[in-house]
């Protein structure tokens, strides 16, 4: 399995590399923005892990770039950053995970490794359909009536979820935990709001309506009306 790391601090940079290559990964390293814009948009990896905080581009930045790019490789955020918008904002940019420094080696190499199975799952199965819906989880292109539909990272994944657990209610609280691994306060809005974006790109001009709402319980994906 091969890696990019993007890290400014020389002996994060030490430190995670020489773990990685004694638990036999190849690694490569960026010190800055631009050089891992660089290797990011012309190798394979297999894991990116990626500082926020970094010279030339910011790792938000970076990360939104590959995405630009088409290009899905699982993207790890390393940062001290730890505020719930900054993790929101991470995110949103593309990221599939976020691991705050300090952090424990284990953990990290668990996390890769846990990211890594969840990619090589999706090649199994990697259109996903319902109806007239359909999202390709490699070139992550999602049609509807065979049109184009633009959605932003965090739509994309909300979407992937329900597509993945047709016919299973989520509860506001449960997509926060699988999007973003962190709870929300069940009052707030945010998932809310991205469901209704989700809507207006998924269902407004099609039928049948597939992101449907079972009251008092959540948000469900499903060809058939629920109540």
């Not at 394979?44 to 905080?53: E, G, K, S, T």
């Not at 969840?118 to 109806?131: E, Q, S, T």
């Not at 945010?190 to 790109?201: A, G, T």
Request: with cysteine; net charge neutral.
């Amino acid at each position: 399995m091969k890696i990019l790391l993007v890290e400014d601090d020389p002996k994060i940079s030490s430190f995670v590399k020489i773990g990685l290559e004694s638990s036999n990964y190849t690694v490569d390293t960026a010190y800055d923005g631009f050089m891992g814009e660089k290797l990011a948009l012309s190798k394979n990896y297999d894991v990116i892990l990626l500082d926020v905080v970094i010279p030339g581009i910011s790792g938000f930045q970076l990360c939104k770039n590959i995405r630009q790019h088409n290009n899905n490789t699982p993207i790890i955020m390393l940062t001290s950053l730890d505020s719930v918008d900054d993790k929101l904002t991470g995110f949103d940019c593309g990221a599939d995970d976020y691991v705050l420094k300090p952090f424990i080696f284990r953990e990290l190499l668990a996390r890769i490794k846990a990211i890594s199975r969840r990619n090589r799952d999706a090649f199994v199965n990697p259109v996903l359909k319902a109806a007239d819906l359909e999202m390709d989880t490699i070139s992550l292109k999602v049609k509807r009536n065979n049109k184009q539909i633009k959605l932003t990272p965090t739509e994309y994944k909300i979407l992937e979820l329900l597509m993945n657990n047709q016919g299973k209610v989520f509860d506001r609280i449960d997509i926060a935990e699988k999007i973003w691994g962190i709870s929300f306060n069940s009052g707030t809005n945010v998932i809310d709001v991205h469901i209704n974006s989700l809507r207006k790109k998924i269902d407004r001009d099609y039928e049948p309506k597939l992101i449907q709402t079972k009251i008092g319980f959540g948000y469900v994906l499903s060809e058939e009306p629920v109540n």
